[in-house]
């Protein structure tokens, strides 16, 4: 006899089977509101040793391994590994100047979106408080794949091991290509951790080319001066 299969269990199996969903998805719009739904949601992933992964700026939700688990899924060498999709360092390298080219930039548009609500609502502005948050897809910036090369592409193996690894990339979710254009992918945001990457990014190596490409485009000298 097949036992009965409830909302909890098909959200959670729903995450298992396709690694992530959208907000706008019905189980997960409801997992987002009802508390009481969320924690049966959540109990029923750490029965298998994983944890609901989830973000306002995100436009996706996932899971990935309850920390406990770690030691068992992977092991001792897989624990010391770099990350545990066995991705090449140079693959790892490029996942890292994608977001930050892609991420910090994004997460710079919403918080000046609520901070513009949150004055609008201090001056009285009527419904200013409802404006929702961007989405993911409306805030994120896209990465010219011509740009990328130029600026990265002798660091990351040139175009053979940057083509093969943005493929690599797109199969794991991180970016999606539309032509020339890389664009932020639904794990992107999801399992790289913010608190921890960016002050490392700010402050660290990419912090001059970020400081470059946010710098405002000197203004044309006036030719009849």
């Known amino acids: 006899m097949i036992p009965s299969i409830d909302d909890a269990a098909l959200l959670a199996a729903e995450l298992l089977a396709r690694r992530w969903l959208p907000r706008t998805h019905v189980r ?37 391994l309850l920390r406990g688990a770690d030691p068992v899924v992977f092991g001792e060498q897989g624990l010391g590994a770099s990350n545990n999709l066995e991705m090449p360092r140079d693959g790892v390298a490029l996942l890292v100047v994608l977001w930050a080219l892609i991420v ?17 609502e201090q001056q009285g502005e ?70 921890t990457l960016a002050p490392r990014i700010l402050d660290g190596a990419l912090a001059d080319v970020l400081a470059r490409d946010r710098a405002p485009a000197a203004p044309e000298e006036n030719e009849n001066a």
């Not at 924690?39 to 306002?56: H, I, P, S, Y």
């Not at 175009?159 to 290509?177: A, M, P, W, Y």
């Open 28 to 64: 997960v719009k409801r997992a987002l509101i009802d508390a009481e739904y969320f924690q049966e949601v959540q109990r029923r992933l750490a029965g298998v040793g994983l944890k609901w992964v989830d973000n306002v700026h995100a436009d996706h939700v996932s899971v990935a």
């Open 104 to 120: 910090l930039p994004k997460r710079e548009r919403q918080a000046a979106r609520a901070s513009d609500a949150d004055a609008q």
């Open 126 to 195: 009527m419904f200013s408080g409802a404006k929702p948050m961007p989405s993911a897809r409306s805030a994120s910036p896209v990465v010219s794949y011509r740009a990328l090369l130029a600026d990265f592409g002798n660091q990351l193996g040139k175009k053979v091991r940057l083509d093969v690894n943005l493929k690599l990339l797109e199969r794991h979710g991180f970016i999606e290509r539309r032509g020339d254009d890389i664009a932020e992918g639904p794990l992107l945001d999801l399992l790289l951790d913010y608190d």
